[in-house]
């Protein structure tokens, strides 16, 4: 391939954000591009987003951009379209689609949940496990037929699994029908993005190996409006040997204070009741603005806020400072339920894990917790079968799960991701022994979950009333401050509001009960 063609693709990023005007350039001439030349353009010179490159590195200067705008030629793009994004894994993916959903509606796109009426349909993919994607290729294969059917229909493919340069190449090769892919770096492109899709004729893919700049004004179309997510931060920097993390979602980023006190403040007058603090390590927050403000410091200042309920995750053991503990002890509108995933309760597995911090560490965390904060609600994460996993440590992480008394775990099989360190290991621990480990260690989480609400009965506590129970239209459901859920019924002019409910029957992971006078006292 000469320097013409390498640029005629320059389109396809690898590092650097494209400028839309050579983009339009590139799409010109792509358009006599025959697949076979871009197929081999792929296998020839095409470097995927690069997972070695994440973890080689520096601090670099990122910029804060407040000037976002729907380009003009793509103002009414979306006029009598409808759009589906369908979002797997974690809080921040779904947080992400609130954006992307945001901006289809700026362009004048209506949402639908059909797939045979929507005009866009987006994928934004989870990469944490292998059977996180293992469902969306099995997704991938549904959507065909409908494109066959429909060859206007633009198919994308977006988040953490774009990132990954195994997920770019199968799909170029396995589902050419696929019309754009683009990673978790560059959602503010996709005016640009669409717009290439609707009018080019090859797949359009802009992955970014290198991660972005903040952009403040991006729009947001909320799924709901009484509890509301806020990212604090993008990225993550620990590294840990068996998350694909780091590098699917890049450096540790930081919101300033003042942008995101603002959000928050913005959502308390909408009416909102509770956000939640979004961060992949909610404890690195403030490291890499260099002003000597935690994340403890932004809860003391978001606890002067009027909104009901302020939380926050996901939690590192690591960097949970004093400082943060002293200010969740205040009580208000912090809650007292922590997420601090541990991952094992093993000090070697731990080290190995990249975890940095061991079994003992970990306890004093909790113990200092608990001592600040006595009827907080503790709930985990916890990997089993991580490889050379032997049956003694991992009943060291039995004992560890009864030493703090965890009331919730995610419990997970270790699933080694391509290009993490782990993944060079050998995952030698066999499936059936990872199995009964997890089984057996869920047996221990669910007894504990249950021990746990057994107390609430008879009691009365506050609960933020979410919604209609999903199993039972006539029955409302929503959470109390230590995360508990409860079913009850009341009146629907409940919903939105916190009522007292009294608990008259407890199960393993939710609570019944019915609705009493305001004036009663909370547990
Ligand atoms: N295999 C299994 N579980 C994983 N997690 C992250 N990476 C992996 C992996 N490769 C789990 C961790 C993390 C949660 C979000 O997902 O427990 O806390
Ligand atoms: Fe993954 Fe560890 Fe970062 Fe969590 S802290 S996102 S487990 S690397």
């Known amino acids: 391939m000469n320097e013409q063609q390498r640029k005629e693709m320059s389109h396809i990023q690898q590092g650097e954000p494209a400028d839309v005007k050579s983009d339009q350039d590139n799409l010109e001439r792509l358009k006599d591009k025959s697949s076979e030349d871009f197929m081999k353009y792929f296998e020839t010179t095409y470097q995927p987003p690069s997972l070695r490159k994440a973890q080689r590195r520096r601090k670099e200067d990122v910029q804060i951009h407040y000037d976002f705008k729907i380009p003009e030629d793509m103002e009414e793009a979306g006029n009598g379209r409808k759009y589906m994004i369908r979002t797997y894994g974690c809080q921040m993916n779904e947080h992400d689609t ?65 990132q990954e340069e195994s997920v770019v190449n199968r799909i170029l090769k396995k589902h050419p029908f696929i019309d754009l892919i683009f990673g978790t770096h560059n959602i503010h492109r996709l005016p640009q993005l669409v717009k290439e899709a609707m009018f080019g004729k090859e797949m359009v893919i802009d992955v970014w190996s290198k991660e972005g700049d903040i952009i403040e004004n991006l729009p947001r179309s909320r799924k709901g409006k009484i509890k509301g997510w806020v990212n604090i931060m993008y990225g993550c920097d620990k590294f840990c040997t068996y998350c694909i993390v780091p590098y699917t979602r890049g450096k540790e980023r930081s919101r300033l204070p003042e942008d995101i006190i603002q959000e928050v403040r913005h959502l308390a007058a909408q009416g909102y009741k509770e956000v939640t603090l979004l961060g992949q390590n909610v404890n690195a927050y403030g490291k890499d603005l260099e002003m000597n403000y935690g994340l403890g410091d932004l809860m003391d200042e978001l606890r002067s806020i009027d909104i009901p309920r302020v939380r926050f995750t996901t939690s590192h053991p690591r960097d949970f400072d ?67 996993e032997t049956e003694e440590q991992f009943e060291d992480t039995l004992s560890l799960v009864e030493e703090v ?97 009294r608990i008259t029957e407890t199960k393993t992971w939710s609570l019944n009960g019915e609705m009493v006078e305001e004036t009663a006292e909370v547990k």
């Open 98 to 162: 609130e954006v992307m959903a945001g901006i289809f509606e700026e362009m004048g796109y209506e949402s639908t949940t059909d797939t045979k009426e929507a005009d866009i349909i987006l994928l934004n993919t989870c990469a944490i496990r292998e059977n996180a994607e293992n469902k969306v290729f099995g997704e991938i294969g549904h959507l065909k037929p409908l494109k066959l059917e429909n060859p206007d229909l633009i198919i994308g493919i977006c988040g953490c699994m774009s």
């Open 322 to 388: 004093d400082r943060l503990i002293d200010v969740l002890a205040k009580g208000g509108n912090m809650l007292d339920h922590i997420h601090l995933p541990v991952q094992s309760g093993n000090s070697d597995i731990l080290k190995i894990m990249g975890r940095k911090y061991s079994r003992e560490e970990y306890l004093e965390l909790v113990r200092k917790i608990r001592t600040a904060m006595p009827d907080a609600t503790l709930t985990t994460d916890i990997i089993v079968g991580f490889p050379n």
């Open 405 to 501: 008394g965890f009331e919730a775990a995610y419990t997970f099989i270790y699933s080694p991701r391509d290009g993490t360190p782990a993944a060079r290991m050998q995952d030698n621990v066999s499936m059936d022994v990872k199995k009964n480990r997890l089984h057996r260690l869920n047996e221990i989480v669910n007894r504990q979950a249950a021990e746990s609400m057994k107390k609430y009965e008879g009691e009365i506590v506050e609960v933020l009333v979410e919604g209609e129970s999903k199993k039972n239209k006539d029955v409302l459901a929503g959470y109390t401050k230590r995360n508990k859920m409860v079913n009850f019924r009341g009146p629907r002019s409940s919903i939105g509001r916190l009522v007292k409910v």
